[in-house]
């Protein structure tokens, strides 16, 4: 299972992502020890936690995470992928990329006096990452309510209930079924507690539910068709002794060593001649799964992030054009109106793109859903409406319906999250020789 750690910069993401690995026993004391003098010495003592998980030197000497932390946990039960990302508003994007690849989110709250307000403040990335996570298809949300041992919370029953009952209509409005699919938790990352064992007796006698890795052990993988034709979008590339490796995700459908593929949007033919997880080599992967393939039939220049590699036979549409239906958020304060013409940033599962929204067919009442007959001219925040998307280049990407997982999307405009999205209908869709085609 594939888990990404989201929420505001400093709320403990990586501090409890050390901590799993220090407790499931993939670090050893002694690292930890070496990780504390170190943090010590720049003046960031709490940090040594966070040092398992942020290796480089800048993230250790800020104490943010900039690139998305990678690591591997093992319990009786399952086999996890851990997913850190940043929590930093500017690095957004690293954030997306690593929630392309979860299947579950774990929400990192933390409860600190102030911290908790400035998180989920307008703007803040509790906000954002909790709405862009449910866009790239993570559907179950762990939230975890940290930092509970801080002098300013002391465990108190009041305060979780407080985070729960102001995050719940939150999540629900991003599209979270609340009661189905989301789970509060209070937790302290730092000292360890109710993340392997349950909390110990008087902590918290308020609390009597799972701890973090039970409450994990429970989920239910994503139900996936193993029969669909395949979709991996790629996440990157590099070569390995003279042969091009990709990394990426299984969408739908399986791959086998010795199955030919497409990357598209180039229809280059390829071949698989190696499957690997993790450091194993397999002989076939089911949807859903983080794996590495090696490619024969391509160069290494032929192949970007934001390309998908598919079925041959059953290739994913190719667009410079589609109609979406679109959620607007919050809009930037100095273009509160969103008009025909409106240029932005298009994510959608790992490609990158430019766009403008061309036209707006017609609106939708947000509350049942209905169009609206009146013709539209501009939408606000909170808007619902069907757009048409115009693409500076080309992408690969399919209606929501039957790839969800290729067919939502965010658009960013100076570095903030505006608008969420379904792909209704791709258009435009270039033949082979045909310009845009490459
Ligand atoms: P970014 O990667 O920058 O988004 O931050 P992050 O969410 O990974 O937070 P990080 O783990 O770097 O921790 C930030 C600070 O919070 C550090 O000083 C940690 O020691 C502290 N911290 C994390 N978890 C806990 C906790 O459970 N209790 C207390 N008291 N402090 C914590
Ligand atoms: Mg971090």
Redesign the pocket.
């Known amino acids: 299972m594939n888990l990404v750690f989201i ?1 505001h ?8 992502g050390g901590q799993i690995l220090f407790l499931t026993g993939s670090v050893d004391e002694r690292l930890i020890q070496k990780y504390e003098r170190e943090a010590k010495e720049k003046n960031r003592d ?2 040594y ?2 040092y398992i998980m ?1 290796t480089n030197e800048e993230e250790r000497a800020k ?3 900039v690139e998305v932390g990678r690591a591997h946990f093992e319990t009786a039960k399952k086999r996890y992928t851990i997913l ?1 990302a ?3 508003k500017n690095y957004v994007p690293n954030m997306i990329a690593g929630a392309a690849q979860a299947d579950v989110g774990v929400l ?1 709250i933390s409860s600190r006096k102030g911290e908790f307000e400035t998180g989920f403040e307008r703007g803040g990335q509790t906000r954002e990452h909790a709405q862009l996570a449910k866009t790239l298809g993570v559907s179950k949300l762990v939230v975890v309510v ?2 509970m ?2 002098p300013s919370v002391l465990w108190a029953q009041a305060r979780f209930e407080e985070v729960e009952t102001k995050l719940s209509p939150f999540l629900k409005q991003c599209g979270y079924n609340v009661k189905r699919d989301v789970t509060f938790l209070p937790i ?4 360890g507690h109710g993340m392997k064992d349950r909390l110990p007796e008087g902590m918290a006698p308020w609390y009597s539910g799972p701890a973090l890795f039970e409450c994990l052990d429970a989920l239910e993988p994503q139900d996936r068709s193993p029969d669909a034709p395949f979709r991996m979008p790629l996440i990157d590339k590099y070569k390995e002794d003279g042969k091009v490796i990709v990394m990426g995700k299984t969408e739908a459908g399986m791959v086998r060593r010795g199955d030919s593929l497409l990357v598209m949007p180039n229809r280059t033919l390829v071949k698989v001649s190696g499957i690997f997880r993790d450091a194993d080599e397999i002989a076939a992967a089911r949807p859903g799964e983080n794996i590495r393939l090696r490619l024969t039939g391509v160069e290494e220049e032929e192949v970007s992030a934001g390309f998908v590699l598919c079925s041959a036979l059953h290739p994913v549409p190719v667009v410079v054009e589609f109609d979406a239906l679109l959620s607007v958020l919050e809009l930037l304060e100095h273009k509160s109106i969103f008009t025909a013409g409106y240029k932005a940033v298009l994510h959608i599962h790992t490609a990158t793109e430019e766009c403008e929204v061309t036209m707006l067919h017609y609106q939708l009442d947000p509350k049942t859903k209905l169009p609206i007959k009146k013709k539209c001219l501009f939408l606000k925040s909170g808007s619902i409406a069907l757009v048409r998307i115009q693409l500076a280049g080309t992408l690969c990407l399919e209606r929501f319906k039957d790839y969800p997982q290729l067919g939502r999307f965010t658009l960013r405009d100076e570095g903030r999250t505006i608008a969420i999205g379904k792909v209704e209908k791709p258009r435009g869709q270039p033949k082979v020789g045909e310009a845009g085609a490459k």
Not at 9 to 16: E, L, N, P, Q, Y
Not at 188 to 191: A, E, R, T
Request: aromatic share 4%; glycine share 16%.
């Open positions: 929420g910069v400093d709320a403990g993401k990586s501090t409890i709490s940090w936690m966070a942020d104490g943010k995470t850190d940043p929590g930093h990192v940290n930092k041992d801080d302290s990352g730092l000292m």
